[in-house]
């Protein structure tokens, strides 16, 4: 019999390209989505049940199938809004994530796969990286304290229940399908949307901070094989493991989009709470997983960059 899989948010950019992976596998997919931010509207060969997993009455009553696994992609994707709206960010991250906990005990589920973020780590000196799953975390922005706050949940509710689970710490995902109506989110998306209208880019904070941004064809790989995987319970950090400076960000863009000769960069003061710098350690995430990540940076950057024009 097929393994069933839930995922929360399988509408959005990871979810849906999760859900699409899972089904080409062979496996049975119903999506979770509220459908508040979809970018898209249907995944084929999913069962799509709508539900609003910060609606505790609605939850309450939905009937969730019986399934093996749960995945939540889903979730608060914004710093920035999370700035102007800390109290809401953190209530509905919290919320959606305990009602999705809820629902998979209520499937029967046996494993949960929740996508957390480097933002848990807060503000590390150049000099401690590439961060380990080990590393204190002290989160600077709202953002980053949800996240940290649904961490521990999914630690002390799959514990007490007897549930594995893993804390995937996404670093900067990028790729085909992001939303680039979106300002608010990402970081390759926001200077690729930019470029696309004009070869002036406004970017927010130093051009020297770095980044480890990943594929969302690794991320969803990573994804599948701690799904699959008899593996430890606790935190993966999945990144490529390697920095990579906003400037090159931005530089790798326009020259695919032929823009290197027209190229303005605007630089405005960096956005509260965020992150100057960040690098993943990976040793976890292939001795846990077997996974090396796959798409070097520049070449990911280029290809997304060609399949947005």
Sequence with gaps: MSIHYLITGGLGFI?????????????????LDDRSTPVVNQVDGAQLLVVDLTNQEAVEKFKVPSADIMILPGGPTSGPESASDPVGTITRGYTATLSALQLAL???????????????????EPARLPAKETEPMIPTSNYGVMKLANERLIDIYCTEKGLSFNNLRLFNVYGPGQDL????SGIVSIFLAQLLKSPKVEVRGSLDRFRDIVHVDDVVDAAILAACTDCRSGPVNVGYGESITVGDMIRTVSEALGLTNQLEIDVRPGTPGDQQWICADVTRLQEWLGFTPKVNPAKGIKDFANSAR
């Design 181 to 184: 109506t979106r300002f608010d």
């Design 15 to 31: 979810g849906s390209n999760l859900s699409r992976r899972l089904i080409e596998k062979g496996y049975q997919v119903t999506i």
């Design 106 to 124: 209520k499937a029967g589920a046996r494993k949960i796969i929740h996508t957390s973020s480097m933002v848990v780590y807060g503000a590390i």
